[in-house]
């Protein structure tokens, strides 16, 4: 018998035809083909090996300072042992184990093969962008050396350093006797001052003496507030604060409310604004002030604070606008009970209006009013009506906005920090700034759980402190090349109060270009450059004439066309730090610093740098005796002091190896403690909503109304917004040469104009096209320099009136491979001329976005 | 096993993008980020935040035409992809209905998330995606998958939003909640049932043979009907 079956080609095609079907229709199990044991795929396989983690503290990417460990490990990829990455420190109170894309964008420039790593010297003498410097290198020591001697010839008012106010920095200036302009003042010096004048009184128990950049007030109860008022608060720069999202995050989970005025909708307006208003640039002052109105008129404001803790009940004298004291120079307020006046700290039922109070003061008949009384008058007009028809808000909202926050006092607060309303950005910023701190006064929200924190309980030494002087510093140059002489308001600040504050810098470019005086200029980088600039053609017109330019930096950027002598900067995950958490001070707490890797090459530190020339110029400042000998040259410790007085450690080693870099002190907030302490008329102190310095010369004590600067003309109808992505920090190589960045920019258009899409239509322009922006000449007269970049149009703009650029881009070093990029947002803003200046604003400020542009198809 | 999914609140995404740079550091693909191939990136659009990453689907197209079994959908949540198996032919870039697998030419590799499976993810319980622990807001959330539906359902009803990757594709172990209409964000807009496999693929396993069969039922229809031609000749 035949077994063998055939198969018919109907069964071929049978079978086939059911095989098919099922591979088609297929097991449920097809996906669950495992090609690999559990843990084998190649995927399942870590691309590095983590060896170490190094704590350290972000003290250059915002002003979070977030505590993290850096991740030292083998890379898998090069086989080569680095700073890989980074995990969250969960116990730190600011970063509660976050960070930001900055942060890991630094553990990578670090190894950005751009760094400079040695020490440039010119030998072309002929400086400007696109020159070549004819670069020879030298030992870093023999170059500062060299510079020593070329500063021996020079005369102290001769010197300018471009630095901010750290330690070193401070003694340096201050025992050369020369100037020092910090550019961060274009970023907070409006809060810094305003801040000063009427809440922290410097110098101060913390806020002056703190190791943090800025001194200024910015800690927030983010997750406690019940109700905030944004004034600008959420620029895209704010996308990235991994330090204060994370609390602002958890409030908005927990039912805070957030009013958000802005002419831009941001990310996160998206998912965190219970009401959204598309502000007119400039305007937020007057609902600023209309908010004000509504809560004095109605009375809603926190009366047992203003008593005891503010001067809103202190007698203002009418014909010299100065307040009144007793003897002892504190404050007198009208006694209602006693029908006279009486120190504020022991008055009978303080009158917060009414008057005018005629009495006897020191043998002379004066009439005076209260503090409040003269601020209800300063407001009479500032109806909510008519803060509508300034601001675009109606008047509806605003009454009602008012009302809530009121209400909802004393957990409130108006967050400000950077560039929001409140910056340095418009001509009457400070006056925004100063009714915000009123609008604190007026609920009780300073220095109060779940509002607006204050330090306290930490303090990290100045270097006079622990390196106190044998004699005092020498007078300040008459005439620095910031104007800033000419704003005695500050410039008491700088002399007499705080040195470390931040300067005049949205003026000195204009001070280089039109003087004569400056012959050398010390930028202390890192990225504190050109690019951070306002109007930089102005300064680099300036710096052709110097003659002496030296930059200590992380890398070559742009201003290497102009330098001498390019120093090599140490990067900061190279440094050891100790912090205090002033961007959420809920608790004492101080966090360390160790560093990665030892500086290479022939890196020199700015301590280093600062001692050499401090040791060869002015001796006696930088010895413990006053000599000149080097072996008594100055210890510099402001670490052992800062952790021994709250029993934290032993000193800087026992702290980093046995505790960790951590130490808190989890009491409960104390309100007003702080006020008490550092405020004005302390150990009583109070905080001051009228600034007498602002009466003394000229301007009212209390906040009024005033306009921009500048308005829509013709053409120059955009207003100028200003903001970065939030994985750019200034100019910073560290972000701006890194190709991943880049990328990421790229993709989201940060490389481009951005305008409304009823704008560009109106323009007949289409995303992707070339524009050129040009600031309007009437208020740039000098060397403009219009910007040209393409355009993209974005519903996030919510005004046709305005163009939002991104700062922090622009690069056109040649030594940066990937930096070449983009526009310059400075190229548009005009350096300020003091005379202007002075006119509208007494802090002196570079009013950043006061500028409209006019945009042409290019 | 358990399975494993992400869960989106894109209400606090702020579009840092911390959650992209850190999943380059972490697999160590600063190449190929920078040729703009990126396993997860947040795109600021105007109308929220567009992220850009494997949604990790229940029945994954990719999985399913991929010819040489160089992707595989693991039984804990993550698609993974076998670079020693893989001829970067594309066709996982072609056939994703969410658009987002990449070849990164210079780099020879096919890029897309893994859900960083390499962090243990199906044995250690305290496991977390490198996006996942940096999210400086806590947008992004990792859990069983069972109870990131539960949560994410829950959100919906409540906020009054868009769930998208729940029923996408079959579904997926991505899931994102959003204010807008997810399309409208960026997402692509994709059928609820699977694409499952196309027949484009040629090659191995199931489609492979499946091919092969197709193949030989062709070539042997052609082979009788010449026959028969040939037959009618004589």
Not at chain 1, 112 to 133: C, I, S
Not at chain 1, 356 to 364: A, E, Q, R
Request: charge should be neutral; glycine fraction near 8%; proline fraction near 6%.
């Amino acid at each position: 018998m035949n077994t063998h079956k055939k198969l018919s080609r109907r069964s071929f095609l049978k079978w086939t035809g059911i095989t098919t079907a099922l591979m088609v229709i297929e097991s449920p199990l097809r996906n669950f083909d495992v090609a690999y044991a559990f843990g084998e795929h190649p995927q399942e396989k870590p691309r590095y090996l983590a060896k170490k983690k190094v704590p350290q503290v972000c003290a250059r990417a915002c002003e979070c300072d977030c505590h993290y460990d850096v991740i030292v490990g083998v890379d898998q990829v090069t086989g080569l042992e680095r700073a890989l990455t980074l995990e969250g420190r969960p116990d730190d109170p600011v970063s509660r184990g976050k960070f930001c894309i900055k942060a890991l964008g630094f553990v990578d420039g670090m190894y950005n093969p751009d760094r400079l790593l040695v020490t440039l010297k010119r030998t072309n003498p002929k400086r400007g962008e696109g020159e070549d410097p004819g670069w020879v290198t030298v030992k870093s020591e023999d170059a500062v050396n060299e510079i020593i001697e070329k500063m021996k010839t020079y005369k102290r008012e001769e010197i300018l350093f471009a630095s901010p106010g750290d330690p070193y920095s401070n003694r340096l200036c201050r025992s050369l006797g020369v100037t020092r302009s910090d550019q961060r003042t274009e970023c907070f010096g409006t809060h810094y001052y305003l801040n000063s004048l009427m809440i922290t009184n410097p110098p101060n128990k913390y806020y002056s003496s703190t190791y943090t950049v800025t001194h200024s007030l910015w800690g927030y109860d983010y997750s406690q507030t019940k109700y905030m008022v944004w004034f600008g608060f959420d620029s895209f720069s704010k996308t990235a604060k991994a330090g204060i999202l994370n609390h602002i995050v958890e409030g908005k989970r927990n039912g805070t409310k957030i009013i958000f005025f802005n002419p831009v909708k941001t990310p996160l307006a998206d998912g965190m604004a219970d009401e959204y208003y598309a502000i007119k640039p400039g305007t937020d002052l007057a609902v600023a002030l209309a908010m004000a109105k509504v809560i004095i008129d109605n009375k809603l404001y926190q009366a047992d604070f203003l008593k005891d803790y503010s001067d809103a009940g202190v007698l203002i004298d009418l014909e010299t606008k100065k307040r009144l004291t007793d003897a002892q120079g504190t404050w007198l307020a009208w006694s209602q009970a006693d029908g006279k006046p009486a120190p504020v700290n022991n008055c009978n039922n303080m009158a917060f209006d009414g008057g005018p109070f005629s009495f006897d003061y020191n043998g002379k008949q004066v009439t005076a009013k209260p503090v409040l009384q003269l601020l209800q008058e300063n407001l009479k007009d500032c109806t909510p009506d008519w803060a509508a028809q300034i601001s675009e808000v109606p008047a509806a909202d605003i009454d009602r906005i008012a009302r809530e926050f009121a209400q909802a006092a004393p957990t409130v607060c108006i967050p400000n920090l950077k560039r929001d309303a409140a910056g340095p950005n418009y001509s009457n910023s400070w006056r925004l700034m100063q009714t915000i701190n009123i609008l604190h006064m007026l609920t009780g929200s300073l220095d109060h759980d779940g509002a607006v924190l204050f330090l306290s309980g930490v303090k990290i030494p100045w270097l006079e402190d622990v390196d106190p002087l044998v004699k005092p510093y020498p007078q300040q140059p008459a005439s620095p090349a910031d104007y800033r002489n000419q704003f005695p308001v500050t410039d008491n600040i700088y002399k007499n109060r705080d040195f470390s504050a931040p300067g005049h810098y949205g003026m000195v470019g204009h001070g280089l270009y039109h003087g004569s005086t400056t012959k050398m200029v010390f930028f202390k980088g890192p990225h504190r450059g050109l690019f951070a600039l306002i109007q930089p053609q102005m300064t680099e017109a300036a710096l052709e004439k110097m003659d002496l330019v030296v930059d200590w930096n992380l890398y070559p950027d742009d201003n290497a066309y102009w330098c001498d002598y390019v120093l090599p900067a140490p990067h900061q995950y190279e440094e050891s730090k100790l912090d205090i958490r002033q961007y959420y001070p809920k608790w004492p707490c101080l966090v360390g610093g160790d560093a990665v890797q030892k500086p290479p090459g022939d890196v020199i530190g700015w301590g280093k740098v600062a001692n050499m020339i401090g040791m060869a110029l002015a001796p006696e400042y930088w010895t413990t005796d006053g000599s000149s000998d080097p072996a008594k040259l100055i210890k510099g410790n402001m670490k052992d002091p800062a952790l021994q007085a709250v029993g934290a450690a032993e000193d800087g080693t026992d702290f980093m190896q046995n505790k960790n870099g951590f130490w808190i002190d989890k009491k409960p907030y104390e309100n007003y403690k702080t006020i008490r302490e550092i405020g004005y008329g302390r150990p009583d102190g109070r905080v001051k909503m009228y600034v007498d310095e602002f009466a003394e010369v000229g301007f009212d004590g209390l906040p009024t109304f005033q306009p921009r600067w500048t308005s829509s003309e013709g053409e120059y109808q955009f207003s100028l917004l200003i903001t970065r992505a939030g994985w750019h920090m200034h100019a910073d190589p560290n972000f701006i040469d890194n190709p991943v960045i880049n990328m990421l920019s790229a993709k989201n258009n940060i490389d481009a104009v951005w305008i409304s899409p009823a704008a560009g239509q109106k323009l007949n322009l289409q995303n992707g096209d070339e524009v050129i922006l040009e600031t309007n000449p009437k208020h740039m007269p000098e060397l403009p320099r219009p910007v040209k970049s393409k355009v993209f149009m974005s519903s996030r703009i919510t005004r046709d009136d305005c163009v939002m650029l991104f700062h922090g881009i622009g690069h056109r070093s040649k030594w940066l491979k990937h930096g070449v990029w983009g526009y310059r947002d400075g190229d548009l803003i005009p350096q300020k001329d003091p005379n202007i200046c002075k006119q509208h604003d007494p802090t002196g400020m570079g009013w950043v976005e006061d500028v409209y542009v006019r945009i042409k198809k290019a | 096993m358990k399975q494993y999914a992400i869960l989106l609140d894109s209400r606090f995404c702020t579009g840092c993008n911390t959650c992209f740079y850190k999943c380059v550091q972490e697999n160590r693909l600063h190449d190929v980020a920078a040729n703009g191939n990126t396993r997860t990136l947040v795109k600021i659009n105007d109308e929220g935040m567009y992220h850009h990453r494997c949604m990790h689907c229940i029945e994954p197209t990719c999985v399913a035409n991929c010819p040489k079994k160089a992707l595989t959908k693991t039984d804990y949540g993550p698609v993974l992809w076998d670079t020693n198996v893989c001829i970067r032919c594309g066709t996982c870039v072609q056939k994703c209905p969410f658009h987002v697998p990449m070849l990164d030419q210079p780099n020879n590799q096919i890029v897309k998330c893994s859900m960083c499976a390499h962090r243990n993810l199906g044995q250690d319980e305290n496991a977390i995606p490198a996006c996942v622990t940096v999210c400086p807001t806590g947008a992004l959330e990792f859990g069983e998958r069972g109870a990131m539906v539960a949560k994410a359902k829950q959100m919906a009803k409540d906020g009054g939003l868009n769930l998208y990757g729940l029923e996408e594709n079959g579904g997926t172990n991505m899931l994102i909640l959003t204010k807008a209409d997810p399309t409208a964000v960026g997402y692509p807009a994709v059928q609820k049932s699977s694409a499952g496999m196309s027949p484009v693929a040629i090659g191995g396993t199931a489609v492979g043979v499946a091919a092969i069969a197709a193949a030989a039922y062709a070539g042997l229809k052609k082979y009788s009907t010449r026959r028969n031609e040939i037959a009618k000749e004589d």
